[in-house]
C-alpha cells in the first residue's frame, strides 16, 4: 500500500525492555555466566525470522549499584557479542553500541571492522557520547566532559575511524602466489590524522571490510546531536510519542543531512516502540497490567533520575522537578523533557515517574496485532518515520508474538519484505555502500 516497506530493528536487552521481564519470563536463565546470553541469542534468530533488518545492544560502561537491586545488570560488551552472534545468525543486521566519549578511535575502528568481517558485511555501529558522569572516574579521570565537547569530539571521532577503515583500497589484497605478492602495499596507506582531540597513524591491520564501513547509528535528540546525525548517521534511534512529532523530527533530521551535502534518502529515521500484544484488547492490557504490578515505585523514580542525569542524593521525589535541579544534571536533552512536562503539569518528580513506564517522549503500545499494524501503517505513510526501533518488553516472547502475528500482516499490506534481497545490513537498508574517503592508490601500470 506504501510503495516502500517499513524498516525494523530490535532492541535487545537480557530477557525484556521492561524491568518486570524477568520476573514474568518463565525460562529466565540464571544471570551469570554464559547462560545469561540466551534469551538474546534466541531472540537474534526470532527477529532474524522475521526478516527484521537489525538487532541492536545499547552499552553503558558503568554500573548503577542501586539497579541491580531491582532487575538484572548483566552487561556484557556489545561488540563481542556481536561478533559472537555471527555464528548463530546468518543475515540479519548486528549493531552494536561504543562511546566516543571514552576509549580509542583506532581500538574501535579495528574491532568493529573486524565485526564486519566476521558477519560477512553485518556489522553496525552506535555511535553514542556518554552522559553519565560516573564514567568518568572507571577511566582514571576527575572530570566528564561538558556536552559540547562530547559531540565536538564525537564528530572528530567518528571522522578518524572512518578514515582509518579506508587505509585499504578495496583491491589491496591481489592474493598473486606466482609472484609471491599478497597484497600490494602502494595500496595501503596511513590514516595519517590530525585534529583536535586525536593525532592517529594508522593503517588498521586488516582489510577494509565487506560493508567498506559499517553501518552507523545515533540517537542524540539534541541541537548537537542531530547535526552529527544529519553528518554521519544511516540510522537515527529517537524516542518520538505522536505522528506530527515524528514528521517534524524527521524532517529536522533530513534537513541536518542536507547541511551537510547528503540528502534525507541517505538517513533511516526508526522511533522507538515498546509495545505488549495480546490476541485481544484485555489481554494484551492484562498483561501489561502483571508487569506494571511488578514495579517498585521507588525504583520507577530513582531509575528516572539516573537515566536524566540528576543527582540521586539530593532529589526529593515528593516535589516537582525544579530548574536548580537540572543545573546540576548532567544535561541532556532526556532532562529538559522532564523539566518541561513538570512546569506542564505541575506534579511531584515521584508522580511523573509512575506515568513514564517506558523511554520518557517515546511511544508505548498495548493492544492487538492489527493494532499495531495500523499503527506502524499510519506512520510511515504519513512520513513520520522510515519503521521502527522495536522494544519488546519480554523475550523472546513479545518477539516472537511481533514476527509471528504482526509481520504477516504488514507483508500483506507491503510493508514488510518477504524474504532479503541481499546479504548485508547496507542492502537490508537500501543504503550505497561508501567509497574511499580519500582517492584509492593507482594501480601500477
Excluded: C
Excluded at 561488540?79 to 561504543?98: H, Q
Excluded at 605478492?181 to 590530525?194: C, L, N
Amino acid at each position: 500500500m506504501t510503495g516502500r516497506h517499513a524498516h525494523f530493528t530490535a532492541f535487545l536487552t537480557e530477557v525484556g525492555y521492561h524491568e518486570s521481564a524477568w520476573r514474568v519470563v518463565d525460562d529466565a536463565p540464571p544471570d551469570t555466566g554464559a547462560a545469561a546470553t540466551i534469551p538474546v541469542l534466541r531472540a537474534a534468530q526470532v527477529a532474524e525470522r522475521g526478516l527484521l533488518d537489525a538487532v541492536f545492544f545499547a552499552d553503558s560502561p558503568m554500573l548503577e549499584p542501586f539497579r541491580a537491586r531491582y532487575f538484572p545488570q548483566v552487561r556484557y560488551d556489545p561488540i563481542a557479542l556481536v561478533s559472537a552472534l555471527a555464528t548463530t545468525t546468518e543475515r540479519i543486521g548486528l549493531v552494536a553500541t561504543a562511546s566516543t566519549t571514552y576509549g580509542s578511535p583506532y581500538e574501535v575502528a579495528r574491532r568493529l571492522s573486524t565485526a564486519d568481517h566476521l558477519t560477512h558485511g553485518r556489522a553496525g555501529w552506535n555511535v553514542v557520547t556518554t552522559r553519565l558522569a560516573g564514567v568518568a572516574r572507571n577511566f582514571g579521570l576527575d572530570e566528564h566532559p561538558a556536552h559540547e565537547d562530547r559531540y565536538a569530539r564525537a564528530g572528530e571521532f567518528v571522522d578518524v575511524v572512518r578514515a582509518l577503515w579506508d587505509t585499504w583500497d578495496d583491491d589491496a589484497v591481489v592474493g598473486d602466489k606466482a609472484a609471491g605478492t599478497w597484497a600490494d602495499v602502494a595500496r595501503i596507506r596511513p590514516a595519517d590524522f590530525h585534529g583536535a582531540f586525536f593525532d592517529v597513524a594508522g593503517p588498521l591491520p586488516l582489510p577494509r571490510s565487506p560493508q567498506g564501513h559499517p553501518v552507523l547509528a545515533q540517537a542524540g535528540s539534541s541541537a548537537a546531536g542531530i547535526d552529527l546525525a544529519g553528518r554521519i548517521a544511516d540510522l537515527v534511534f529517537t524516542a518520538q510519542p505522536t505522528v506530527a512529532a515524528g514528521r517534524e523530527f524527521r524532517d529536522v533530521v533530513h534537513a541536518a543531512a542536507r547541511r551537510h551535502g547528503r540528502t534525507g534518502d541517505d538517513v533511516r529515521v526508526l522511533p522507538g516502540l515498546a509495545f505488549v500484544l495480546g490476541s485481544t484488547v484485555a489481554e494484551a492490557l492484562a498483561r501489561r497490567e502483571r508487569l506494571e504490578g511488578l514495579v517498585d515505585p521507588e525504583f520507577r523514580w530513582r531509575n528516572l533520575a539516573f537515566n536524566a542525569g540528576l543527582d540521586l542524593t539530593t532529589l526529593d521525589p515528593d516535589v516537582p522537578l525544579s530548574e536548580e535541579a537540572v543545573a546540576r544534571a548532567t544535561r541532556t536533552s532526556r532532562t529538559d523533557d522532564l523539566l518541561r512536562r513538570t512546569q506542564d503539569t505541575g506534579k511531584t518528580f515521584r508522580a511523573l515517574a509512575a506515568e513514564l513506564t517506558g523511554l520518557p517522549g517515546g511511544l508505548e503500545f498495548t493492544g492487538t496485532p492489527d493494532q499495531l499494524a495500523d499503527l506502524v501503517e499510519e506512520w510511515v505513510v504519513a512520513g513520520a518515520s522510515d519503521g521502527f526501533t522495536l522494544q519488546p518488553t519480554t523475550l523472546p516472547d513479545s518477539l516472537e508474538l511481533f514476527v509471528d502475528h504482526v509481520v504477516p500482516i504488514l507483508q500483506r499490506r507491503g510493508l514488510h519484505r518477504t524474504a532479503y534481497a541481499g546479504s548485508t545490513l547496507r542492502d537490508h537498508l537500501g543504503l550505497a555502500r561508501p567509497s574511499l574517503t580519500r582517492t584509492p592508490s593507482a594501480a601500477p601500470a
